[in-house]
């Protein structure tokens, strides 16, 4: 199973980007699926997860009102939208499918991870 992330690239601070993620050899539609991300010398961190659905998603408090997961079950495809960027936010994105039809943001409820794209946010 390879996933594959796009939409990274270099913002200024206020600022959009969306980023996608589609699996190759795999369908992800009866899975959740979420977005990590991984600033230099940090941890990677959770951001957002979607349930199989769309129907339920939440998110790290750091992005709450800023960035929204949806999916696209039909082009077996998720999306980060993330609006108002940051400086904070600049980090390497990863999305990962979920062991269950809804992970949490634990990295241990994610079978699969892509191989992740680079987001920076110009000050």
């Known amino acids: 199973v390879q996933l594959v992330e796009s939409g990274g690239g270099l913002v200024q601070a206020g600022g959009s980007l969306r980023l996608s993620c589609s699996a190759s050899k795999y369908t992800f539609t009866n899975n959740g699926v979420g977005w990590f991300r991984q600033a230099p010398g940090k941890e990677r961190e959770f951001v957002a997860t979607?349930?199989?659905?769309?129907?339920?998603?939440f998110y790290a408090d750091s992005v709450k009102e800023r960035f929204t997961i949806s999916r696209d079950n039909a082009k077996n495809m998720v999306y980060l939208q993330m609006n108002s960027l940051k400086a904070e936010d600049t980090a390497v994105y990863y999305c990962?499918?979920?062991?269950?039809?809804?992970?949490?943001?634990?990295?241990?409820?994610?079978?699969?991870w892509g191989q992740g794209t680079q987001v920076t946010v110009s000050s």
């Open positions: 990962a499918v979920a062991l269950r039809s809804f992970g949490s943001r634990a990295r241990d409820d994610y079978r699969y």
């Open positions: 979607i349930s199989w659905r769309g129907g339920d998603a």
